[in-house]
């Protein structure tokens, strides 16, 4: 028997395209197709599965715009006292996280005690009251291609890392070296301590932490597979496909690596497939908890894409789209699904299968998904092609081991892609943009029945949304012309108590933000009204931060903070408080200055 349906750990999934409400004339576009998930009785099946997969969608040079790999191609790890009860906690900001219940790896934590920060390849411990590095911990095999980021439990650090191993005499990564995931656990009682590492030849997606239990995602896109292709030839892609029928098992599933020489695979029975297609990468949940150690990771395993993650604390949700057959040049790419998958991650177990299905489109980002009150609500956008393209919004709820599609609306931005979504309890608010940016509000306190309650035009586009108090909604993005050029930074203030308006907005011409592309870089203190939003000037030498008060109906400047002496191409990448202290950080150093009179500033240099 090739395969059995996926229960407990996952379960059977087929997604219902029961009517919602439309929210504009016309036809809708109709619902994804039937989805489930299989589960493998055994690892020859699995073994096959892969195999058949991944004959039909290799090319004469690998997979389409990225060749494969030699399987052999892993890389593993190489291998004053400042006591956390010591230091009274202040009172501190935290990483702008979508949801409350579920922490977010950033790359600057701090407990109000201490401020935990990474960069260049080392992990940093800052004494907030005293304004200096107590210490500084190299971690071990990193390099200048490696982009890593951390969680804070009481004192226990995780840094979670993409590694990118360069090849000897070269400067920069080779164009496709596959990335290799590397957790280091350090102990912060004492002095910065390695006390666990675990490694695997995967590509570290993302994670969230829910007390000390940390859920992380990982993927391998490609098997490792030492194929003799590599041309046009017409028998390349049957030399291609005889390698890949040869293949061991460890060519797709991943092996996790401890530093003490242990490992672990997923074992077969915990790994399935979408029923729809068979897969040709792997996407893996481990669950781990930061006060126990790097022990088994307890994996899941689902043979697919996985792309976009989002968690509440109670569930956790992965989506993904399938990657093509290969096809000539000629041939159209198919119209994109996007497959979810819903772990249960309440408690300190490994992650429970749920349920699963398809919606026709793709998403945004994370900030595309939101779960309230059991339902899962999801903004997607139908069409790559702006011009054509449509987008709606779409609420799916979980009847048994489905999630079967239960109301939706569309008609939204036709003709422009989504630029950013945010749900807050039972509203929506969703921008679109190609020339003016329609600010669109959904009311969806009947699920069933989603209703478009108001709509604003204005220049430009808000790439972040997030709530402020009184029934107001922050917006960070470009200001555009009536042709739709972006021509700088722009910071919008709406009233969305009723039908929206914008009630003030603050330009800066000639600049962006990364909060446009990463929210982690944004920071609002409510007490306050502190708004602080890193800034990118073309040419600029110095890494600088705008700092704005929000307050009532008004927008205000409070002035601008520079790091000294920087080199070109540096900027600010994170804002927190502790205390009465505004810390901003880059690549090269810590910059604390007065929250209140942004003065009195002191720089700690990353040497």
């Known amino acids: 028997m090739r395969g059995r349906l996926f229960a407990p750990a996952a379960a059977m999934l087929l997604l219902a395209g029961t009517a919602g409400c439309s929210g504009a004339p016309g036809p809708r576009p109709s619902p994804a197709p039937p989805a489930r998930l299989v589960a493998y009785g055994g690892c020859d099946a699995l073994l096959e599965d892969l195999r058949s997969a991944t004959a039909e969608k290799v090319g004469p040079t690998g997979f389409e715009g990225m060749p494969l790999l030699p399987r052999d191609q892993v890389w593993a790890l190489g291998g004053g006292k400042l006591p956390a009860d010591a230091l009274p906690a202040q009172e501190h900001s935290t990483t702008n ?131 003799p292709g590599g041309t046009d030839r017409e028998d390349a892609i049957e030399e291609n ?41 792997t996407l893996t949940v481990l669950t781990l908890d930061l006060a126990k150690g790097l022990g088994d990771p307890r994996a899941v395993t689902i043979t697919a894409e996985g792309s976009t993650v989002y968690g509440n604390g109670q569930s956790l949700y992965v989506t993904g789209m399938d990657r093509p057959r290969f096809r000539s040049p000629a041939r159209e790419a198919p119209e994109p699904n996007t497959d979810i998958y819903k772990f249960d991650v309440r408690g300190d177990g490994p992650p429970r299968y ?29 069409d790559r092609n702006s011009r054509t393209s449509q987008s709606s919004v779409l609420v799916l709820a979980q009847h048994g081991e489905r ?26 608010y969703v921008v679109t943009f190609r020339q003016t940016d329609p600010l669109y509000v959904l009311d969806l306190a009947d699920p069933r029945r989603p209703v478009r309650t108001g709509e604003l035009k204005i220049t430009g586009y808000s790439a972040y949304l997030h709530p402020v108090a009184g029934d107001r909604l922050l917006g960070v993005g470009q200001d555009a012309d009536t042709s739709g050029r972006t ?32 929210p982690h870089a944004f920071l609002y203190w409510p007490k306050s009204g502190l708004t602080v939003v890193p800034i990118t000037r073309p040419g600029a030498r110095t890494a600088e931060a705008l700092a704005l008060k929000v307050t009532g109906d008004a927008i205000t400047r409070a002035g601008t903070v520079r790091h000294p002496g920087l080199y070109l191409g540096n900027a600010v990448t994170r804002s927190l408080i502790v205390g009465g202290t505004l810390w901003t950080t880059s690549e090269a150093g810590a910059y604390a200055t007065d929250a209140a009179t942004l003065e009195n500033g002191d720089w700690l240099p990353y040497d």
């Open 354 to 382: 749920a349920a699963s299905g398809s919606v026709k489109g793709f998403l945004l980002n994370q900030y595309s998904m939101s779960e309230h009150n059991g339902n899962l609500r999801l903004a997607t956008t139908t």
């Open 487 to 518: 021509t700088g930074l722009q910071v919008s203030l709406f009233d969305v108590s009723g039908a929206p308006r914008r009630l003030d907005a603050y330009t800066v011409p000639g600049t962006t933000s990364q909060v446009e592309f990463d």
């Open 241 to 281: 496909r005889v390698e890949v029928w040869k293949a061991p098992l460890d060519a797709w599933l991943p092996v996790f690596r401890l530093d003490d020489g242990r490992t672990y695979r997923t074992p077969c029975d915990q790994v399935s497939r979408p029923s729809a297609y068979k897969g040709t990468s």
């Open 403 to 428: 999630l079967d599609q239960v109301g939706r609306i569309d008609g939204l931005g036709e003709g422009e892609r989504i630029h950013s979504v945010r749900f807050i309890g039972s509203a929506a």
């Open 97 to 227: 996280a979508h949801e409350p219940g579920a922490d977010e790896p950033d790359l600057v934590k701090t407990d109000g005690r201490r401020i935990v920060a990474v960069a260049d390849q080392r992990l940093r411990v800052i004494d907030p009251v005293t304004r200096t590095i107590t210490h500084t911990l190299k971690l071990p095999g990193s390099n200048r291609f490696d982009h890593g980021e951390l969680l804070l439990s009481g004192d226990r650090a995780l840094v979670l890392a993409n590694h990118m191993p360069p090849i000897a005499g070269e400067e920069s990564p080779p164009r496709y070296a596959g990335r290799a995931t590397r957790l280091t656990l350090v102990d912060l009682s004492g002095p910065p301590k390695i006390i666990g590492t675990m490694a695997s030849d995967t590509e570290y997606l993302d994670a969230r932490q829910h007390g000390s239990t940390v859920r992380v995602v990982v993927r391998r896109t490609h098997p490792r597979i030492d194929l």
